[in-house]
C-alpha cells in the first residue's frame, strides 16, 4: 500500500515535471527573427506611405509609439509623410527582440535622417514604436550629405567567430555615453583605427587608415549623464543602438549607434532633436 501510494506519487511528480517543464521551454520563446522582420518592413512600409494602416497586423494590444522622447499618437507624428527612402539599415537584438532602423529621406522638401527602435512583446506582436527623428534645425542637420557619408562605409554582417559578445558591445556604448559625465570613461573605450564618427552630417572620417574618433570628445566631464537609455544590441554587426535624454544640449532627444569591428569601436552615428527648435549648445 505504502509502495503504491509512493509510486503514484512519483509517477504525478513526474507528469508535474514534465507538464512544468513544457510551458517553460515554450514561454521562454526564443526571438522571432521573422516576426521582427515582418514588423521592421511594415513599419518602413508605413513610412513610405505615409500612414499607421501597414502597420495593423504587427500590432499588440497595448501599442505605444514615442517620438523624439515624448508618448505621441502615431498618426501625428513623422509616420503620417509619406517618405522617399534612400537608405535602410535593420539591425536585429535577438535577445530582446527588438530592431533598430536607421533610415533616411534626403528629399530637400522632407528632409528626415531617423532611427527607429521596435520592441515585441512574448506574442511575438510590437509593444513599442521608439522613433528619433532628426530634421531641419537638428544638431548639424544635413540628410543629403549624411546619406553621402552612410553610403560610403561598409556595415557587413561579421563572421559569427569574429563576433564580440553582447556585454563588450554594449559597455562600449555606455562608456561613450558617460564620456559627457565621467572624466575616466574615455580610458575604457577601445578606440579603433581607422575609426569615424558621422555626427548629424559632420564627418571625422577622412577615409585615411589612421582616422580617429578621439579628436573632440568631451573635455568637460561635469555635463548630465545622457539618461533614459534604450539598448538594441546586434552581435552580428557588432552594433548598439542607444536612445537617451541629451540634457546638456536643450534636453534633446538622442540617438547614438556605435559599432565594433574586432573588439574595437569602428563607427559613432548620430541623431539629435531639440524639440523643433534648433540645436544649440
Ligand atoms: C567612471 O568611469 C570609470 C571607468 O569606466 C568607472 O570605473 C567608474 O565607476 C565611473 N564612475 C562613475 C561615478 O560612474
Not at 116 to 135: F, L
Request: net charge neutral.
Amino acid at each position: 500500500m505504502a509502495l503504491s501510494t509512493l509510486k503514484i506519487w512519483a509517477l504525478l511528480n513526474a507528469i508535474a515535471s514534465v507538464s512544468l517543464a513544457v510551458p517553460l521551454s515554450t514561454t521562454k520563446a526564443e526571438c522571432d527573427r521573422t516576426a521582427l522582420t515582418e514588423a521592421a518592413d511594415a513599419y518602413i512600409a508605413a513610412q513610405i506611405a505615409g500612414k499607421v494602416e501597414p502597420l495593423k497586423n504587427i500590432l499588440g494590444d497595448a501599442w505605444k509609439y514615442q517620438q523624439n522622447n515624448k508618448e505621441l499618437e502615431a498618426e501625428k507624428g513623422v509616420l503620417s509623410k509619406a517618405l522617399k527612402i534612400d537608405h535602410r539599415r535593420t539591425n536585429y537584438d535577438m535577445t530582446d527582440c527588438a530592431t533598430y532602423t536607421e533610415y533616411i529621406s534626403a528629399d530637400s522638401a522632407n528632409p528626415y535622417v531617423i532611427g527607429v527602435q521596435i520592441r515585441h512583446g512574448e506574442d511575438k506582436k510590437v509593444n513599442m514604436i521608439d522613433v528619433i527623428a532628426s530634421t531641419t534645425n537638428s544638431w548639424l542637420f544635413d540628410a543629403k550629405k549624411t546619406l553621402q557619408y552612410v553610403q560610403q562605409e561598409k556595415w557587413d554582417p561579421i563572421p559569427k567567430e569574429k563576433q564580440d559578445k553582447r556585454e563588450v558591445i554594449k559597455a562600449v556604448g555606455d562608456a561613450y555615453m558617460d564620456m559627457w559625465s565621467n572624466a575616466t570613461a574615455h580610458e575604457t573605450i577601445p578606440w579603433g583605427t581607422p575609426c569615424t564618427r558621422l555626427e548629424g552630417s559632420a564627418y571625422t572620417g577622412k577615409g585615411k587608415p589612421d582616422d580617429s574618433c578621439k579628436p573632440g570628445i568631451p573635455s568637460n566631464h561635469n555635463q548630465a549623464p545622457n539618461t533614459h537609455r534604450r539598448y538594441v544590441i546586434d552581435e552580428s554587426m557588432g552594433s548598439v543602438s542607444i536612445f537617451c535624454v541629451w540634457e546638456h544640449m536643450m534636453m534633446a532627444a538622442d540617438s547614438h549607434e556605435f559599432r565594433l569591428e574586432g573588439g574595437k569601436l569602428r563607427y559613432v552615428h548620430t541623431m539629435t532633436e531639440c524639440g523643433g527648435k534648433q540645436c544649440k549648445l
